[in-house]
């Protein structure tokens, strides 16, 4: 019926639509597909370049933290060293033949010593004598001459023996007209019997210090700053270009100039931080004799973001480059998959107008002489619930679930007459109704059939409503049809004539009529289920003597459940309730099951009702009926047929109620011990008429103000022991009531 169009140039156009079009809207698709192309791989590319930049520069960290730690173990150990050093020069032979004969030889001697040692020893600024008092005596330079001894070490205040030796704090002094920073350690001098002689001060540059260590371990171009607790800068100030918001000057604060390091590098012991304009390594190290308190130090390096981007340059054009290049292939691509959805478009043209041909508001699907589907339009899709892509081959008989025999009979009346009507229901697809009408026709010596269909769904529920509107109207009496828990669906003129609905439905049943039915509704319920149908007298008025005949039928559906209700009301002469008995089903007559239904009916009544009550306990089992267990199913069926028989003689008004296997509970409305009574004799009567009263007992007991159905069933139970033990009429009153 159709060609497939297998190449543009060597088919003939129909149109001019089946040719390949850049429509306005496809160049709009390619523009922001390119556009957003490039947006990523730029974002892809500066997040590689970034991420290389930030590895790079942990690499750094990693390594300048190891060199930190190198420099700050040989700084802990030249420290230890100049103490060391120290000590051995308050031990020098010359210092003690100056203490012993301070002359002037001696003078010359120790000043010519200590010289030489500041000559060999970069580090070492100077040497001081102090005596016992702290007063200064000699120095090798006047740089340190006017400086006194803290107080806190003169004398004994200080634990400091003769083998001690007291590191201080950095602290500056101005030397060749710069700040110098320096430290300096503390020998004390002592007799042979330990009196204080004097004191040996060495001043340390630290500046030196690190001099001497760094360009071991790290490059010159690499700065190292070392700074005291408070954020102090002692070293470094001068080796580089300085950096912003870092210290310039000796003595400078990095608290002040930057916080947001000072506030890292406070929190904890080493670390990195990534800055603005550089990355910074981090640690925190301790220098202090062993009598002395620690003192805290940081060492800080860093390298400049621009440094870091300059050793990643050629790998940030390796980047770019390969960036470059999937941007180009990923383009191709873009541009070569138009290209081919638009050459498909154009072979799909002669099937999208075939499709055209049969587009109406009624689904259409063509099929092949296989009965697989060719075409399927939009209707049909929509009516199946399928995309309209899918059902292209897919079998026509699995899409309407039509069964072997029902399509073999389509396909013979098809080959018979040339085309069939019918109907189907899709389970599948919520039982939905379809009406279906299949036609034959012949091409390329093949035969295709064109099945049109629509959906009678409401159809089918205007005829739901007929049938519910003819189940209404067929009652010439006040009619109303409900659902089972009793809402209105429709009534009849007179039924809403009768209960003044003015044309409001949306009412219950229940609601309605709540004196009579609002509180029974659950029981009459349950005896519509039971017996299909209950009958009753309701809105009874003693004085004009008029009352309703109510009656409620149950329709039910293919599982035997109460699909709807339908209620009449008919006029009807009351009756009286203690004596109204027969073939129909009176009120409150059903068995209820378990004691938890008698409960929910028992608290139903209203507190007059109660106090008016009596209860009957009966048990209907002979004596020895349970004596082996296969006696239980002969006493089912006893007491089966007894409930039948009570039932059927039952006052409307009464309720009765399974208890145990054996025993019946019949609660009495209304009934004093009298009447109660009367009943009991007379229910015996009728069942020894039917050959069941042999072995039956039954104890009555009075409603009392206050009790709960546990306390009147154990009063019921106390009159049924007393009944069994007179052996007469087998009936026992207990707990009456006072007339």
Known sequence: MFKKNTGLKDTPLLISAQGIHWSQQRLLAVASQLSMLVITVILITNVLITLGERRLQEEWAVQRYSELQTVGALL??????????????????????????????????????????????????????????GKFRIATSNTFGGMSMPPALLGNKHNLGSQDIYTSALEFAPISGRLEPYIYQVARLETQDQTVRGYLVTYNSMLQMLQAIKPAFSSNASPLLLFDNQGLLYAGASDLEPLARLPETMGSSIRQSYPALWSKMAASNFGQFHGEDATFVYLKLQLASPNDAKREYLLLS????????????????MLLACAAILTILATAVILLTHMFRLE???????????????RSNLGCVLVNPSGRIVSANATAARILQLEQDELPDRSLQRILQLEDELYASIKQQLADIGEWRGEVQLESLDNAQLRLHIRRYYASRQTYLLITFEDIGELKQAQQEAFLSKLLTGSNVATALTTPSGQLLKVNDAFDKLMQLNGDISHSLAALLENDLGNQWQRISQLVSMQGQWQGQILCTQRHGSCLQATLKGYLDQDGEIEYLICTLEQATPRNKVEASGDLVPHRSTILVNLRDLDRYFKSMSEDE???????????????????????????????????????????????SHWQLGKLIIILPETDANQAHHYAVKALASLSENGLAEGISIGIAAYLPGQSLEQFLGNAEVALKRAKQTGEQNICQAYTRQL
């Not at 870091?308 to 940030?316: N, P, T, Y």
């Open 76 to 133: 802990a150990d030249k420290i230890s060293f100049q103490q060391f050093r120290t000590q051995m020069f308050a031990k020098s032979e010359y210092l003690r033949q100056y203490l012993d004969n301070p002359g002037h030889k001696e003078y010359q001697r120790l000043l010519t010593s200590w010289d030489s040692l500041k000559r060999s020893t970069p580090e070492l600024l100077d040497l001081a004598l102090f005596d016992a008092d």
């Open 302 to 317: 860093y390298i400049r973001n621009h440094d870091i981007a300059s050793r990643f340059f050629q790998w940030r054009n």
């Open 344 to 358: 498909q478009r154009a072979r799909q043209n002669s099937i999208e107008l075939a499709r055209g041909l049969f």
């Open 610 to 656: 109660k106090l008016q009550a009596s209860l009957l306990l009966m048990d209907i089992s002979p004596e020895g009926m349970l004596s082996h267990m296969s006696d239980i199913g002969q006493l089912e069926n006893r007491q089966h047929e007894v409930e039948m028989q009570l039932l059927r003689d039952l006052p409307n008004s009464y309720q009765m």
